[in-house]
């Protein structure tokens, strides 16, 4: 397939001309195109590969490197009982109409956001209203002109069997948070059980998404980023705050959208927090450090913004909630990435369906004395009725006041802990002065979740550019995907010999190296230029002589002299950011 830069005045809009670049070079494509393709599913070639390797390792520079978040790889399938437990099960379902002519599915709530209905309208709908929408506004199936059936709700997690037998359920994750918030116990032990700490999964996750139709931002097989930072509630504030306190985050907060406005109100993070707009310093710090992330991939500050999330629209597990995103120029604002206080809502629910306990100790700084209620567990009447699970309804009660099964006794005459009876024989409540030199709870947690794919998409969207006909990706140069190319002026003369013995000096150094000596240098320096090739090393017949080659800007066209001998410390400072393109030698004038 031919890659040779072609006119690049698209008569179509941005989203389509990448698309195509995107095909013809080697970014991404459409998988299984051979058997007619799958919607929702795509394959990353070479450049592609690299740009979303690189994408990901700012965040990992950012959060793993600069903060010391801890980083966790794990299963992308999970027993049904952990997505049970999470509410997953119950709530992780979506809107769906199928076509009664064609029988193809899609999702109720985008067919109306299409005629108009904002998604936040469209999200608090009953499946009747919707039926009552699709009716009203005449919306038919997009693919046939057929009517539609009664909308139903639909699961959007992909269901499997563990092993060869039926009942073992298992699901693709549909994100990466809750193999996080299983593993919390042997995180907390890493930690050396201290908080507050955060984790990061950097993966694939599953969704099956009912009508995926809109590229990159919405797959059925997409890699997320899911960050999962644990603090103390008593002791909420952030250590790093005063990094971003003066960093202006665009927010549209719920008042406005409820008046169905788009203005933003620019805040900083101290006066969010000090306004109560954002409720958790540690929200405010991840969402002005993921402004600083999508700035650093070539977003401008004022392409971004935070919609503040309105209560329907927040996901069961949060209390609250911001999406961060980005224009771009076929679908508007698309969220890149979510920030949920998730409280101590998730652990709560694992420690209840597992009955293994996952609270921490805090030691008070002075010993407390206090009369209390206490409940001790009789082994020995609970062992010859519950027998293997004595020690998990045992790890319950632990958990539950004593006045609290006191009172339900008394009331009941039992106790229900999960799904065990417990009578009063089996348990001893007593009171009892104690001194109390510490207390346990469960951590709270807030989460910055980033979809890798838009993080992708959005960076070559911002990267596009024409300039003299012809499409320039003008990567930021830290995460372009080829750093430096290398062209022979000639394939002959001992050119390409020199040529490679420059590319094999710089692989060495560990650049990510291009050679490329097919063609007039010309149509070489276009191929670079649509591929993001940062700079492109020239040697030529002066460099036989004095051992000095042309090195070409891939924005401003400029070229520079300079020796080969300098080139490893030059590049080096200059992919680290402390050289400028100017400062490597001597401008050659046009």
């Not at 992308?76 to 599915?105: L, W, Y």
């Not at 067919?111 to 038919?140: F, P, Y």
């Not at 993001?532 to 090393?537: A, E, F, K, N």
């Not at 924005?555 to 020796?563: G, L, N, V």
Request: a negative charge.
């Amino acid at each position: 397939m031919s890659t040779e830069p072609k006119c690049s005045k698209p008569a179509c809009d941005k989203f389509t001309a990448i698309n195509e670049l995107a095909k013809r070079r080697g970014f991404f494509w459409p998988s299984f195109e051979i058997y007619g393709g799958s919607g929702g599913f795509v394959t990353y070639g070479p450049l592609g590969t690299r740009l979303k390797q690189n994408v990901e390792a700012k965040l990992r520079e950012l959060f793993v490197k600069k903060i010391g978040i801890y980083e966790m790889e794990s299963s992308v399938i999970a027993p049904g009982k952990v997505f049970e437990a999470s509410g997953h099960v119950d709530h992780f379902k979506e809107p769906m109409v199928e076509c009664q002519n064609c029988h193809t599915r899609f999702r109720a709530d985008h067919l109306l956001e299409e005629k108009g209905i904002s998604s936040a309208e469209a999200e608090k709908m009953t499946l009747e209203e919707i039926a009552q929408e699709i009716e009203r506004h005449g919306i038919v199936c997009p693919d046939c002109g057929g009517k539609f059936g009664e909308p139903q709700r639909y699961l959007t997690m992909f269901q499997t069997t563990i092993g060869p037998y039926s009942g073992a359920v298992g699901y693709g994750r549909p994100e990466a948070a809750q193999n996080i918030f299983v593993e919390f116990n042997r995180l907390y032990t890493a930690a050396r059980e201290r908080l507050p700490f955060g984790c990061i999964q950097i993966g694939h996750a599953l969704r099956n998404e009912i009508s995926p139709r809109q590229g990159l931002i919405r797959l059925r097989e997409f890699t997320i980023a899911d960050l999962e930072f644990f603090f103390d509630p008593e002791d909420p504030c952030c250590n790093m705050i005063k990094e971003v306190e003066n960093e202006v985050l665009p927010i549209l907060l719920c008042d406005t959208r409820l008046k169905e406005c788009e203005d933003t109100t620019d805040l900083t993070v101290r006066q969010a927090l000090d306004q109560k707009v954002i409720r958790s310093e540690w929200q405010a710090f991840f969402m002005a450090m993921a402004k600083r992330l999508l700035t650093e991939l070539g977003v401008p500050a004022s392409k971004q913004r935070f919609i503040e999330k309105l209560t329907w629209e927040k996901a069961h597990y949060s209390t609250q909630s911001f999406d961060q995103e980005v224009l771009v120029d076929r679908w508007g604002w698309v969220e890149v990435s979510g920030h949920a206080y998730r409280t101590d809502y998730d652990l709560g629910c694992h420690m209840k369906a597992s009955g293994v306990d996952m609270t921490v100790y805090k030691e008070y700084a002075n010993p407390v004395e206090k009369e209390e209620l206490t409940l001790k567990p009789i082994m020995a009447k609970l062992g010859p009725v519950y027998k293997g699970d004595a020690g998990k309804v045992a790890a319950i009660l632990a958990n539950v006041p004593a006045q609290e099964v006191a009172d339900v006794m008394q009331k009941d005459g039992s106790y229900m802990a999960g799904n065990y009876q417990v009578f009063p024989e089996q348990v001893d409540i007593s009171r009892r002065k104690t001194i109390v030199r510490g207390t346990r709870f469960i951590p709270h947690v807030v989460e910055p979740s980033f979809g890798s794919d838009r993080l992708f998409y959005v960076t070559l969207e911002y990267a596009y550019g024409v300039k003299d006909d012809r499409v320039v990706l003008s990567f930021p140069r830290s995460i372009a995907p080829i750093q430096v190319g290398v062209y022979p002026l000639m394939g002959k003369d001992g050119l390409d010999i020199k040529a490679k013995e420059v590319q094999n000096l710089l692989a060495c150094e560990g650049f990510m190296v291009d050679y490329d000596e097919t063609g007039s240098i010309g149509r070489r320096y276009a191929r670079a230029d649509e591929a993001g090739v940062q700079l492109g090393i020239t040697i030529d017949y002066d460099t036989l002589n004095d051992g000095t080659v042309t090195i070409r800007d891939r924005d401003s066209w400029q070229q520079i002299r300079t020796a080969i001998k300098d080139l490893p410390v030059q590049l080096h400072k200059y992919f680290e950011g402390k050289l400028n393109f100017e400062h490597f030698g001597d401008i050659i004038k046009a």
